[in-house]
């Protein structure tokens, strides 16, 4: 079978995430660090993954799962960087980052998986503003952790 940067680094993420003992923050930030730069060295390719749905995964099943596997994670503040002045503070979830973040990787493995890494690698891309958006703000929050 291909495989291509997104893939390699998405069953990495999935793998450190969800396989074996809870991986440490500073696991997850390499992981993370890693799923980033991937998206820079993944072609960009149009391909209609569209005509092919993923199963449905239950969002809440996988968020549970994640509140088991991280319980020293949770809420944390953060600004809306859209906003000028320094945005409006809010509330970010670590453990729904964890959960949005597995759900678009477990969906770009199995376009992989049940079609080719073309519709893997477009299904990345496209949605690199969803799960780097929730990448970037848990780095932020990671980093700050360690550090402390």
């Known amino acids: 079978m291909k495989s291509s940067p997104a893939l390699i680094a998405s069953r990495n993420f999935l793998t450190t995430v969800w396989e074996g003992d809870p991986p440490t923050f500073s696991m997850l930030i390499e992981v993370l660090d890693r799923l980033l ?46 906003e000028l002045n320094g945005g409006t503070l809010m509330m970010g979830d670590a ?9 678009d990787l477990r969906k770009t493995v199995w376009y992989a998986d049940n079609h080719c890494v073309e519709y893997a690698n477009a299904y990345f891309r496209d949605l690199h503003y969803h799960w780097g958006q929730h990448s970037r703000e848990l780095l932020v929050l990671l980093h700050r952790l360690q550090t402390c």
């Open 95 to 103: 453990i729904d980052d964890i959960t949005d973040i597995t759900s």
């Open 37 to 82: 730069v991937s998206y820079h060295d993944t072609p960009s390719v149009k391909a209609p993954y569209y005509e092919l749905e993923p199963p449905d995964q239950d969002w809440k099943t996988v968020y549970n799962q994640a509140c088991k596997r991280f319980p020293e994670l949770g809420l944390y503040p953060i600004t809306d960087p859209s």
